[in-house]
């Protein structure tokens, strides 16, 4: 059974960091690229990062570049976003997905996706 588990959400004040994480399991961890979406209340889902674990290229989204980071670990299956220098306007849910020769915010590419974990930043 394919699963993307993701955890480390949880309350920050603006300024904060928090670590998520991606655990895969039920597929080849070197044949798909992760990439992390968000969802914020009242607003369509987007992109935040991706990345490929078989050559550890990576891709940030304007709104998150310099203060998020992805990361991967093949020897746990994982993969996470470090969030640093959180902003009110990065509360959201947050999901990770799977995909093929996908590396990007093309939502209908991704095959597999997480349940999401809560980020919130208060001001």
């Known amino acids: 059974e394919v699963q993307l588990v993701e955890s480390g959400g949880g309350l920050v004040q603006a300024g904060g960091s928090l670590r998520l994480s991606c655990a895969a399991s039920?597929?080849?961890?070197?044949?798909?690229?992760i990439g992390w979406f968000r969802q914020a209340p009242g607003k369509a889902r987007e992109g935040v990062s991706y990345?490929?674990?078989?050559?550890?290229?990576?891709y940030y989204e304007d709104s998150v570049k310099g203060r998020f980071t992805i990361s991967s670990d093949y020897a746990k299956n994982t993969v996470y976003l470090q969030l640093n220098s959180l902003k009110p306007e990065d509360t959201a849910v947050y999901f990770c997905?799977?995909?093929?020769?996908?590396?990007?915010?093309?939502?209908?590419?991704?095959?597999?996706w997480g349940q999401g974990t809560q980020v919130t930043v208060s001001s």
């Open positions: 997905a799977a995909g093929m020769n996908v590396l990007g915010p093309f939502e209908d590419e991704y095959n597999y």
């Open positions: 039920g597929f080849t961890f070197d044949d798909y690229a």
């Open positions: 990345i490929n674990p078989s050559d550890g290229s990576t």
